[in-house]
């Protein structure tokens, strides 16, 4: 039995004539030969409207009746998707998340699948060509409604594909594929035809929203091969997959960066083994991510201590450390919430150096202020002023050649 | 443990506002000492664009999915509702039928309850106060989802409460109670204190519809004492129960009338045995229900067949008719869609002759011609011309004593 798995987004699934588009597709396949598993999105648009409905509820409403809620918007594409399927001569029938079952953990809101019943599955597909999924649901142990937080679906996709071992796992959206960077910023963005997980996990965390972070885990982790496409056109998309020598040879794959960025420094705290401990972890119990962080040489028993976080968490953060004050006896709290990340991302640079210097020369050219440095064994992070973004991003996305003309920069 | 049920229907949990309504009156019985296991409905409005959301994308929708479709209005209910609940301090979880399990056949769209786990909601309701039930759904042994039918969770609340000997289960509507007949064409109509379940049940299939008929069925068979009362006065209602003397006093309890009648007369078909089955097995296949029929005295080896269907089905009707025409030689098929019922029903009337007898006489005063006529134990009903429907329920209602006046009739 052949399978593929595929996930379609809120986009592909809004409205009935999208749905034909994705029934059109699913044909496609099937008259191939595959049998098809395939795991939709709430229709876009839909999941915002009853978080919206929720606040209205409850100022703070209960994780787990949250996800009762949100999961009715699976619910209700599936069915309608699968009715249109039906039509069409298909044998199918959907499936809710309790109904396969995709067994996660109890975390509401933010579950990880723990299993799935491939078995069952598997069976299934003996009686029926495709399998609708919703997506982005699950449930735990005690039989109580999970969701697997933001972008979810796209782990529901990958995670059957696993459970499966299906041939492929085709996420469809909007966009078609995965490019070196965002079209919107640097028109010179081209699309990429291969990437390798560890490059895509760079990306994902950096905002470049096309696949949660999760999914891309799993991906890895099962070596599952993705296909990330666009359901409007016939472009083959980007495969994400694992690395190959030919993929080492390109050094740097695509530019990425992230505007939801804070600044936020912390000065003259007491340079005494535990300082970090005592910022840090108040404010990772508050459920703030902390992203950058950069401790200064100390000078006369005092350092200066700067870290970066999403703007939303600002005004707790600032309270967080104002309490703080006393403890860590710091001078000044500054922050600054124009600034924003820029990454050079690419497995070549396991193998190569002087990435990072030709990066630094180029924003230098550029009269680019680096504020802060991050650094991985795929990823460069710059922290720049706001206002450079466009302008680093283009320069950066030239010189490294990701463009259709040849490469500026010389490493 | 002393348990109430209590069902709150989609006029009663549409929004904000409402549920805040519901909750006090939760709060209010949770106070007396009392656990509760609430069922809700979808807020009203919700199935009816559900369905007409299924019926863009499929002609004839599968019914597995249109019941997957159509739960998840149940379900966005219970998570709001209990948000709400939670904020104001209950020990308070949604349960949907899948949780529970509430256990039906798999007559998608129309299934009918076969189990409920009542020790599984015991246990619950050691650590919870409130559990807030998804009416209206099921799942089957497959673990597939089903509905209960339209008004189908009146019966989710009564089965819940037959399960777990309740003391009563509370059905909360937008009326104060049941009513000796509709209060919008008669002025003078007057709520009952009590009723008996067969009245309720010639009540409910007479399309006075306060409670779904199968509630009323289930009721009457686990002796459920029903309370049918308005979630937005303090009025106590009325009380569904077993009969009692009293009750037995009381000669006629209401009228009830169906507007959505239509007559058809099959002419002069040969009066040989099966010629009923010739024309009735058709129709039934076709999943028509034929309400009353009469079958004149033939003559000349040839009858008059006449019955009454709903007007939906008129057209389907005629047609199968028309190819059964040569098979039964019927002269002439006539129609009339201008005509309703009108019933007068009392358990009285086990007890007492007469009734009858006054119905007709009262009908001919005012020159209101009866062209057809249906008696039960304890109801008679005439179909009328659907112009003198008005005339009919007041002059009945005030001749047989419902309002607060002296009653005119004497049988």
């Known amino acids: 039995m052949r399978i593929i798995v595929q996930k379609y987004g809120g986009t592909s699934v809004k409205g009935l004539e999208r749905m034909r588009m994705v029934l059109a597709r699913i044909q496609k396949a099937h008259a191939l030969g595959y049998k098809l598993v395939v795991a939709l999105s709430a229709m876009s648009g839909e999941t915002n409207k009853l978080l919206a409905q929720a ?10 009746e949250l996800d009762v809620l949100v999961t009715t918007g699976e619910q209700a594409s599936v ?3 699968t009715m249109l399927a039906k039509d069409a001569g298909l044998r199918v029938r959907s499936l809710l998340g ?3 079952p995709i067994t996660t953990n109890s975390n509401f809101t933010r579950a990880r699948i723990m299993e799935i019943d491939a078995s069952h599955l598997r069976s299934l597909l003996e009686d029926y060509d495709v399998l609708v999924v919703a997506g982005f649901q699950g449930v735990d142990c005690h039989g109580r409604v999970t969701t697997l937080g933001r972008g979810g679906s796209d782990t529901t996709g990958v995670a059957l594909a696993a459970a499966l071992e299906a041939d492929v796992c085709e996420i469809y959206t909007d966009v078609n594929g995965v490019f070196t960077t ?9 699309k990429l035809e291969r990437i390798s997980y560890d490059e895509m996990l760079e990306f994902s965390s950096q905002g470049a929203k096309v696949l949660q972070i999760r999914s891309v885990e799993l991906a890895k982790k099962f070596n599952v091969p993705v296909r990330v496409r666009s359901t409007f056109t016939d472009d083959p998309g980007t495969l994400v997959t694992s690395e190959d020598t030919e993929m080492e040879d390109v050094l740097v794959s695509g530019i ?4 939801d960025q804070c600044r936020i420094t912390v000065r003259n705290v007491k340079d005494t083994p535990g300082v970090a401990a005592a910022i840090f972890a108040p404010i990772a119990e508050a459920g703030i991510l902390v992203d950058m962080i950069i401790q200064n040489t100390g ?13 939303v968490h600002l005004d707790k953060t600032l309270s967080i450390l104002d309490h703080l004050r006393p403890e860590i006896s710091a001078d000044e709290i500054q922050h600054d919430i124009h600034v924003c990340k820029v990454s050079v991302i690419g497995v070549g640079m396991r193998s190569h150096s002087g990435v990072a210097s030709t990066m630094f020369t180029l924003l230098k050219k550029e009269n680019i202020n680096i504020l802060m440095i991050a650094t991985s064994e795929i990823k460069i992070t ?16 030239d010189a490294f050649g990701l463009g259709e003309g040849p490469a500026v920069a010389c490493v």
């Open 55 to 64: 606040r209205e509820f409850s100022a703070d409403p209960d994780p787990a």
């Open 299 to 311: 000078r006369d028993g005092h350092t200066d201590m700067t870290f970066t976080i999403s703007r």
């Open 79 to 81: 069915a309608l998707f």
């Open 256 to 259: 990425a960066y992230d505007k």
């Open 98 to 100: 309790h109904q396969i």
């Open 382 to 397: 710059c922290l720049i002023e706001e206002k450079y973004l466009e302008l680093a991003v283009r320069t950066l996305h």
């Open 182 to 190: 965002d079209p919107n910023l640097c028109s010179a963005a081209r």
